[in-house]
């Protein structure tokens, strides 16, 4: 559910007219909805109600807005950080270092050093190598990181294969069946305090049956690693639960279903669970407002060119990515548009024979389920300024990034005095 509804006629977000925010701010822009972030915390917080104080880390990657995590940071929510930077945005944002977890593969020695400074819950390691490296660091520092190891357990998610980090040909975590000898050498690292076990097996999960099959060998593994000695307390299950994003498709899992299930799965594991939700919390509470720019007669259906770009959203040319566009003020019913941006690539596209609301140059329309790996996953292509972020909040508004000028842009390279000369 989110808070982006029709009020005479007009899209709002909350009590605000997606109108006013294009007059004011211009287009395209990231609208946020606080009411939605607030209800899918709460929402995913009672999902997981039967737990003892689970750790409920966001991924910051999936909205890094400092706005947004602030936002976060007050609910009480912990982050799974993938670099320095992350690391670093969080801590800004207010989340305490004690609900800090650092994923990912290429955790470079300066990370470790920032985030052992910090002093963060836990790093999940993915490699024997990566463990030999922290280890090292911390003793330089006088210290003992707390880790986990992510296993890969070899289970096919059932998503888009480039989300997909499951299975064992992907990068991600430890084999599974070599994790007992894998944990062995850890333990003889002296910087290193192993005490749990983690999994994430990739994004936009629509099904329950893989995260369960992931989930029930990870309570294997932290039994054989209690026989083995090692002292596990800690079980991080990831993030991946799916959102809607096609009205026509059936619903996802429920973060309810999703609770009961890890509920009934984790029972008896006696660690403290940890999770790692980043598109349940923040994908229905954002939207891509844009303005059509033109609308030009194609073979087939006609081309709705949009001044938002694959540079601003580029979930649909990355992975074929499905979002629903609606009129802000939808006025002429409904037929099949192309929509399109004006990068000059045929993947700048949005849509293609999209059933849609009918919509003419000057009108805004807004790309929904756009909170979640937007505006984070924007870039400068084709000299177009990074896309601005606005957040509402009942009534009120604030731009959360600007939009900067293209002479920023356009600064930051320098011509070296040979190529001027
Ligand atoms: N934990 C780890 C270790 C992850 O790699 C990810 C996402 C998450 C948690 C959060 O997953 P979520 O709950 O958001 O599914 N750009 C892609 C998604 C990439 C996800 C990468 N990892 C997209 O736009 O669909």
Partial sequence: MDHFDYLDGAMHVEQVPMAAIADAVGTPVY?????????????????????DHPLIAFAVKANPNAAV????????????????????????????????????????AEEMRLALEHGIFQFNLESEPEAEMLSEMALSMGKRAPVAYRINPDVDAGTHAKISTGKSENKFGIPYDRALQS????????????????????????DLAPLEAAFVKVGAL???????GHDIRTADLGGGLGVPYDPSEPLPPSPADYGAMVT?????????????????????????????????????????????AMNDLLRPSLYDAWHDIRAVKPAAGRGAANVVGPVCETGDTFAMHRDMDVVEAGDL???????????????????????????????KWAVVRARPPIETLIAGDSIPDWVKD
């Fill in 31 to 51: 609208v946020y909805s606080t009411a939605t972030l607030t209800r899918h915390v709460g929402v995913f917080r009672d999902a997981l109600g039967a737990l």
């Fill in 69 to 108: 995590l602030a936002t976060l940071a007050k609910l009480g929510l912990g982050a799974d950080v993938v670099s320095g930077g992350e690391l670093l945005r969080a801590i800004a944002a207010g989340i305490p270092a004690e609900r800090i977890v650092f994923s990912g593969v290429g955790k470079t």
């Fill in 183 to 206: 944990y062995a050498a850890a333990r003889d690292l002296p910087g290193l305090d192993v005490r749990g076990v983690a999994v994430h097996i990739g994004s936009q999960l629509t």
């Fill in 222 to 228: 932290i039994g054989k690693l209690r026989e083995a």
């Fill in 264 to 308: 009934r799965v984790a029972r008896g594991w006696n660690v403290r669970l940890m999770f790692e939700p980043g598109r349940v919390i923040v994908g229905n509470a954002g939207a891509l407002l844009s303005r059509v720019v033109r609308v030009k007669q194609g073979a087939q259906a006609p081309f709705v060119i949009v001044d938002a």
């Fill in 365 to 395: 329309v807004a790309f929904m389920t756009a909170g979640a790996y937007g505006a984070t996953m924007a870039s400068t292509y084709n000299s177009r300024a990074l896309t601005p972020e606005v957040l509402v909040s009942g009534d």
